[in-house]
């Protein structure tokens, strides 16, 4: 199995623009989860998903985030418009967990933001 | 809420001696723990996980974890260290009689520095 697979993995960007984080989850997974991980507030849970629904969505910071996964292989994570304060590094996760709560997070390599 | 602390910021041994990274946890109601590492500019990889049974957990790479009830902890402890388990490690818990659903909670994380 190839992973979890993020794209772009790097993204430099000006301040106001949009951006559109990818992510594929490993094939079977019932929950897709994401991340963002800075210096300063350390992995912060944003929103996470089970069977392509939003379950908890209250880590996300602001309007200007929004996330969408329309079917089981695909997620994105959409800024816009997007701020410095939002460089950082994007994890998303997934998880064969089926509800039991039990199932470890695989995650990808993530997607470096830079805002300038 | 369930929450997880790592007191320590850094950890430094020296390769061939035992290492322990402590984490400490707080949940209402029964915790899944897990422990998670970080390479440099890659995505967290799982290590382990306790979810109930024998409270000495074994994980990958040789690292193993000791779960103690009555003392909220869970620290991740290495027989003998290698250069090569200098990384960040973060502790990680779910509870789920509380509602946390899937969702875990991740700590500041430690890093672990192994020198010769």
């Excluded at chain 2, 790592?6 to 949940?27: F, H, I, R």
Aim: hydrophobic letters at 35%; proline letters at 6%; glycine letters at 10%.
């Amino acid at each position: 199995d190839a992973g979890v697979i993020q794209s772009p993995r790097h993204e430099v960007t000006e301040m106001g623009q949009e951006v559109t984080l990818r992510c594929k989850p490993i094939s079977g997974h019932d929950y897709l989860f994401w991340y963002r991980q800075t210096m300063m507030r350390g992995l912060e849970l944003l929103i996470y998903f089970n069977n392509n629904v939003p379950i908890d969505d209250s880590g996300m910071p602001e309007d200007r985030f929004s996330a969408k996964m329309p079917n089981a292989s695909f997620s994105t994570l959409k800024i816009q418009p997007s701020e410095p304060r939002d460089s950082a590094v994007y994890f998303c996760a997934s998880s064969p967990d089926r509800g039991l709560g039990t199932g470890e997070l695989f995650f990808g390599e993530g997607s470096r933001l830079t805002v300038l | 809420a369930q929450s997880v602390a790592q007191p320590e910021d850094q950890v430094k041994v020296a390769e061939g001696n035992p290492l322990t990274v402590k984490c400490t946890y707080s949940v209402s109601g029964n915790p899944y723990l897990f422990w998670y590492v970080q390479y440099p500019n890659r995505g967290l990889q799982f290590l382990l996980k306790y979810i109930t049974g024998d409270n000495l957990v074994k994980g990958s790479y040789g690292f193993e974890a000791e779960f103690n009830k009555s003392q909220t902890s869970f620290h991740l402890k290495k027989p003998s260290a290698l250069v090569s388990d200098s990384a960040l490690y973060f502790c990680a818990v779910r509870d789920i009689l509380t509602g946390g659903g899937n969702k875990l909670t991740f700590g500041t994380g430690t890093q672990l520095k192994v020198e010769l």
